[in-house]
């Protein structure tokens, strides 16, 4: 079985494209699908009546440290819970480090609902195989370009593909994907403070995925950006596009982990340093009612 995940996952990693420019086109039309209720129709905004309470966010696996007594990783795992949904987003580069950050910090992966991956690079679907353990069968969202139909199924997890912006649960949606390349989909959740918006590399830009959940489902505020926004190394006038294009759209944090880059957090804590969300493997955000 083992060698099987290897090859399936070595395969896997092989098809994508490790590194891409970001693209900055005009948005589609687009419709929003429903996978936590019976309808299915266009985008409404989140209302008073359905914003969560509180969200809690914990990053599982990161590259960075920021507690200590933790294993960093080159990957990217968050852990989500929500009054409704207990969910993963991305799950690192290997079972191991996803099993022992999450058990250090008090998260039970066997009460995880279903799994969103942002795109097919290892380090984020290199710990499917640890879920597949604790919770066989369960959905796991994927875009449907990505080529890891094949992959999570032979884990013996149900994926699901994902062509547009699909609520997934009540006030979590995972965002309609974007061509970096790879294909990559991000995850808006509504808060009282406003959306909480998640990426795994953002290789089809930060900037554009944000504008999906304000085209989608017109939020009023989208308040925090956490993840990979793909800038490690990047020319500084990128780093000031894409983070200027955030300040733009509203946004009021943002935290950058994985392949942010120090670049991002240099141009932050110079031009808007209120946005600098510091972060790293075992950060734990909670989002309640303001």
Not at 71 to 99: C, M, N, Q, S
Not at 150 to 161: A, C, F, H, S
Not at 228 to 248: C, F, N, Q, Y
């Amino acid at each position: 079985m083992r060698v099987l995940v290897k090859a399936l996952l070595t395969a896997v990693i092989a098809s994508g494209i490790l590194l891409g420019a970001a693209h900055y086109a005009t948005l589609p039309t687009t419709t929003t699908t429903s996978m936590a209720g019976n309808t299915l129709g266009s985008a409404t905004a989140p209302t008073r009546s359905n914003v969560s309470d509180e969200v809690k966010v914990v990053v599982l696996v990161d590259n960075e440290e920021y507690v200590k007594g933790l294993r960093t990783a080159w990957g990217l795992a968050i852990y989500v819970e929500t009054p409704h949904a207990k969910f993963l987003f991305d799950t690192g580069p290997d079972p191991a480090t996803l099993k022992y950050n999450a058990e250090k910090l008090g998260v039970n992966l066997s009460d995880v609902g279903f799994v969103i991956i942002s795109h097919c690079h290892g380090d984020h679907v290199g710990g499917l195989p640890l879920i597949a353990r604790l919770r066989p069968g369960i959905k796991v969202y994927v875009p449907q370009h990505s080529g890891l139909q094949n992959y999570v199924r032979n884990l013996g997890l149900t994926p699901i593909p994902v062509n547009e912006t699909t609520e997934v649960a009540p006030d979590v949606w995972v965002l309609k994907p974007l061509y970096g390349p790879p294909w990559e989909e991000g995850v808006a959740i509504a808060t009282k403070l406003g959306l909480i918006i998640l990426v795994g590399c953002s290789h089809p830009g930060v900037d554009r995925i944000v504008k999906v959940a304000l085209h989608d489902l017109r939020p009023k505020k989208v308040y925090a950006v956490i993840g990979g926004l793909h800038l490690m190394g990047a020319p500084r006038p990128l780093v000031a596009k894409e983070i200027d294009g955030l300040a733009s759209l509203g946004v009021v944090k943002v935290y950058p982990l994985h392949c942010s880059g120090n670049e991002v957090k240099e141009y932050l804590r110079e031009k808007y340093p209120s946005m600098l969300g510091v972060g790293g493997v075992g950060l734990t955000l909670s989002f309640p009612a303001p």
